[in-house]
């Protein structure tokens, strides 16, 4: 009969003899670390068939086991460590294949998440690698559109600055060789020099504005300002141009509350839209700016009469040098306005949309207030 000392001791010595085996099967695991997980797997099944079978032959050392006994206790434990061993060789295995297919799938490009059932650990890794793919492919798109943006610029400084240049140098030359002399066009060219040199000057203003935007590098100092004042602001800095083409500018503000804005940058935005509007419109006409609170941003609208824009160039009036066809006349803008009033609004995490509207086109900008 085995007294409780007795299995106390059976229990005792079991156990040093499978931590013994376990220290060994820890250090080489240790060793193993960065080998594939199936070898890791098979030793830590190899250590635990070992182990028990070490405790067996402790216990058949300690006499407390008949040869007999032994035997069949030996046996059914290696045939039970086998099998376990098998198992653990297949999970390996099946560990091994999951991650091939992820790692394929992974070199494969565009990357899409395998189809096979992956290990909770593995899916997780899984989705992660999906969402990163999907960062870079955006971080890529967005990449591009600027590369082709600043192509675009590049090609429109070429072009756009040049051509006055042109005109300029040979303005300057035939007042420089005599070749024009009567006092009537000296005059005349004279004064065609200073608006081209202005224009100019405007032109380069906003080239500048703009690689400020495309760099990143538009640092807007917020201050708290009425949303009645911007507009006043925007309506009182064009009434000049309005007035010499007799259109009438109605600001009209629906709750002035204040708004955190750069008001030296947002009022170029706006200043940019009301000058469109004001070129746009025909004499006589109207153009209304209207600025309200609404679901938590603050709206202004710019509403005139210019007939509408083509409904294919709604979507690409903000780019960099798009102009429509009609504006496409000599002495007009430089297709840099809207794309420098987008930029601005979005520095603001603000967004600005175009839509055809009764006699003409409205452009809403929208700034979140919580900003
Ligand atoms: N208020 C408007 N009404 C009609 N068309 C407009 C208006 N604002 C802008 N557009 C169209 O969008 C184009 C781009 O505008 P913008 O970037 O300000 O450049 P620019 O004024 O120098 O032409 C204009 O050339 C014009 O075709
Ligand atoms: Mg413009």
Redesign the pocket.
């Known amino acids: 009969m085995l007294t409780v000392e007795d299995l106390l001791w059976v229990v005792w010595y079991a156990a040093l003899a499978a931590t013994i085996v376990a220290g060994f099967g820890l250090l080489l695991l240790h060793l193993l670390r960065s080998r594939s997980v199936a070898t890791q797997l098979l030793v830590v099944g190899a250590a635990t068939v070992l182990a028990t079978l070490s405790g067996i032959v402790v216990i058949s050392l300690m006499m407390m086991l008949s040869e007999h006994d032994r035997t069949v206790a030996l046996s059914v434990v290696t045939a039970a460590g086998l099998v376990a061993m098998a198992v653990s060789f297949l999970l390996g295995r099946r560990l091994v294949a999951a991650n091939r297919a992820l790692v394929d799938a992974v070199r494969r490009d565009p990357f899409v998440p395998p189809d096979v059932r992956l290990p909770a650990e593995l899916a997780e890794l899984s989705r992660e690698l999906g969402a990163a793919y999907e960062r870079l492919a955006a971080g890529h798109e967005r990449e591009q559109a600027l590369e082709a943006s600043r192509r675009e610029l590049v090609a429109w400084v070429s072009h756009d600055l040049r051509t006055p240049l042109a005109g300029l140098r040979a303005m300057a030359e035939a007042l420089e060789d005599g070749v024009v002399a009567d006092p009537g066009t000296v005059h005349d060219y004279h004064g065609r020099i200073r608006t081209e040199v202005d224009r100019l000057t405007e032109m380069v203003d906003d080239l500048f504005e703009l690689s400020r935007i495309h760099a990143g590098a538009l640092r807007l100092s917020r201050r708290k300002v009425g949303l009645d004042d911007l507009v006043a602001e925007a309506v009182s800095g064009t009434e000049p141009l309005a007035r010499a083409k007799r259109i009438t500018l109605h600001g009209d503000v629906r709750a002035g509350l204040p708004v955190q804005v750069d008001t030296a940058e947002l009022g170029r935005a706006l200043r940019?839209?009301v000058?469109?509007?004001i070129?746009?419109?025909p004499d006589d006409g109207t153009i209304e700016i209207i600025g309200e609170i609404r679901d938590g941003e603050a709206l202004v609208t710019?509403a005139?009469a210019?007939?509408?824009?083509p409904e294919q160039?709604l979507p690409?009036?903000?780019?960099v040098a798009?102009?429509?066809?009609?504006?496409?006349t000599p002495g007009?803008?430089?297709?840099?306005?809207?794309?420098?009033?987008r930029g601005i609004v979005e520095a603001h995490a603000g967004d600005i949309g175009?839509s055809n509207a009764g006699p003409?086109?409205r452009?809403v900008v929208r700034l979140p207030l919580n900003a």
């Not at 798009?322 to 496409?328: I, K, L, M, Q």
């Open positions: 940019n839209l000058v469109n509007a070129r746009h419109t710019v005139d210019c007939g509408g824009i160039d690409r009036v903000f780019e798009f102009r429509g066809e009609a504006a496409r007009g803008g430089a297709g840099l306005g809207l794309a420098i009033a175009v003409g086109c452009f």
